[in-house]
């Protein structure tokens, strides 16, 4: 099992005082944590996509060349890229960039997004959300595998052969698709042969299963091997010291995003009870101690019938930069060793 961090680059008030950090120190501070994920040996770091004044990652390909120049082995992804918003020439272009400066440490994961600013802000009609993704991530595999591809479409300029550089360091840049809860999408991707991203911010592991499964029948069905049916997993987490010093770590920021976001949608204010309930044992949080954590990582592995990569979703955590790099310490020097001898003694894949 694969472990990283995916960041959105959250910008979150000082919980004493109300007051923003500025945004360079913000970007500052993200940049140090992807060099401590690269130092103690975590193996994916994600950067998010979003167009919102709480989050600094609108432009991840920047952020992420950035981080490639300060790090050695660590592999380097959006998390994700709005790609229905987004114009898969350019996307390519900015990914295979990044490939050449990591030296092949580059990926993409894709997706439609789950919030709707991208669309008008870039010109898309949202009525069109199936379609565009459908689209565009179909011209996004061609132009991984071609540089001189033929193809038409709705919603961009045909391409009749011209040539699409630079080229990526690998042969292919691995792309993954990145799905909530739609049956539609696990079931495209397993079609695809494209490994799968699921976000689970919510709820239990365990109800996923099934769209898990209808992800792995697609493939087969579509004739692809199991080991390129890789499912990765999406969630909430942070470690602490304690079971409670993380929780106390998490939910400031938690409340905060979670509360802000929730208005805009209509839901209820998040409370502490909930936050608890996603933090127990039998909740989707990847939130305690070492221990707590990794028990809880082959948790997910052994009911989702086996997972090739975790990535924490940490940005809404607390902004005490102290706190943040030493939950990036602990998840690589306790939580990975745990990981590695669990999988390695039973020789599955978790």
């Known amino acids: 099992m694969e472990i990283g961090i995916d960041s959105f680059a959250a910008i979150l008030p000082d919980p004493a005082t109300g007051k923003l950090p500025s945004a360079t120190d913000r970007m500052a501070d993200l940049l140090d944590e992807v060099e401590v994920a690269d130092r103690v040996g975590l193996d994916v770091f994600g950067v998010g996509e979003h167009h919102r004044a709480e989050f600094l990652d609108s432009a991840p390909a920047v952020i992420l060349a950035a981080a490639a120049a300060r790090t050695r082995r660590i592999r380097l992804t959006s998390a994700v890229t709005v790609l229905s918003a987004a114009d898969p020439v350019r996307i390519f272009q900015e990914f295979a960039t990044l490939d050449l400066i990591a030296r092949g440490r580059a990926e993409i994961i894709v997706g439609r997004g789950s919030f709707g600013e991208a669309y008008p802000l870039f010109g898309m009609d949202p009525r069109d959300y199936d379609e565009l993704f459908a689209e565009k991530l179909d011209l996004l595999v061609q132009l991984n595998g071609r540089t ?31 799905v909530g809860g739609t049956p539609q999408s696990f079931a ?7 490994p ?7 709820g239990t592991f ?10 792995r029948e697609s493939g087969l069905n579509a004739g692809h091997s199991p080991e390129a049916l890789k499912v990765g997993v999406h969630a909430m987490g942070f470690v602490g010291e304690t079971d409670t010093a993380a929780r106390q770590a998490f939910f400031p ?22 936050f608890d309930a996603m933090a127990s044992p039998e909740g989707a949080f990847l939130i305690g101690d070492p221990k707590t954590v990794a028990a809880k990582m082959l948790h997910a592995g052994e009911v989702l019938g086996g997972v090739s990569r975790i990535t924490f979703q940490m940005s809404t955590a607390s902004l005490e930069t102290a706190a943040m790099k030493r939950s990036i310490e602990l998840l690589g020097t306790e939580v990975a060793p745990i990981i590695r001898a669990a999988t390695h003694a039973t020789k599955k894949t978790y």
């Open 206 to 215: 365990e109800r996923f299963r099934p769209l898990v499964d209808l992800y």
């Open 188 to 194: 495209r991707a397993g079609t695809l042969g494209l």
């Open 253 to 274: 920021g938690w409340a905060h995003l979670t509360g802000k976001i929730g208005r805009e949608r209509g839901w209820p204010p998040p409370s502490r009870q909930q």
């Open 148 to 178: 001189y591809p033929i193809w038409k479409g709705r919603f961009r300029a045909a391409l009749e052969g011209q040539g699409v550089y630079p080229r990526p360091h690998q042969p292919r840049l691995p792309v993954w698709i990145g």
């Open 196 to 202: 799968l991203m699921v976000a689970i911010i919510g």
